[in-house]
């Protein structure tokens, strides 16, 4: 029973002692300001931004000559031919089913584009985040924001993982 004691004693101390050294190789990192801040000075919104800029003009003609006509037809309706007010009925109803498609497509390709540029940002940020760890020797980085209490002996890495991406 002692020995058991002494063991069990024992690898309780083991155990406080690989604890405190782990704690020791941890640090934390604020990825959420990381992307932010990577993601402003790249640019990567205006790339995007001028990359649909055509479709977008084009998106919002359409919808100023769908409300045009519309507005015409509501203004003008009540005095039209029947047949003619039938007509304008008709291609206001292609003309917006024309637009949502478009518009439609149009945000299906933004988003896609924006998680395309988001997973480049993110493994560039990520290879920062193991290449500032490898040099510093830290086993553990945690994001910040994930984590609920760090202590004064936790070090904050953000500072130099965003000198490592720029």
């Not at 002494?6 to 406080?16: D, E, K, N, Q």
């Not at 940002?121 to 510093?136: E, G, M, S």
Request: proline share 0%.
């Amino acid at each position: 029973m002692k020995k058991w004691l002494v063991a069990a004693g024992l690898g309780i101390a083991m155990v406080a002692s690989a604890g405190a050294q782990a704690a020791s190789s941890i640090a934390v990192v604020n990825m959420g300001n990381l992307f932010q801040q990577v993601a402003q000075s790249t640019g990567v919104s205006k790339t995007l931004e001028n990359e649909f800029k055509g479709r977008a003009g084009e998106l919002q003609g359409m919808e100023n000559d769908l409300q045009s006509k519309m507005q015409r037809l509501q203004r003008d309706g009540s005095t039209m031919k029947a047949s003619d007010r039938s007509k304008m009925e008709k291609d206001v109803m292609a003309q917006r089913q024309a637009f949502s498609e478009k518009a439609q497509a149009f945000e299906q390709d933004r988003n896609r584009r924006s998680n395309e540029e988001r997973g480049k940002l993110v493994t560039r940020i990520q290879a920062a985040v193991k290449k500032v760890a490898d040099d510093k020797g830290y086993d553990v980085v945690l994001d910040a924001n994930t984590v609920a209490y760090s202590g004064n002996d936790v070090k904050d890495i953000t500072a130099d993982v965003l000198k490592q991406v720029k």
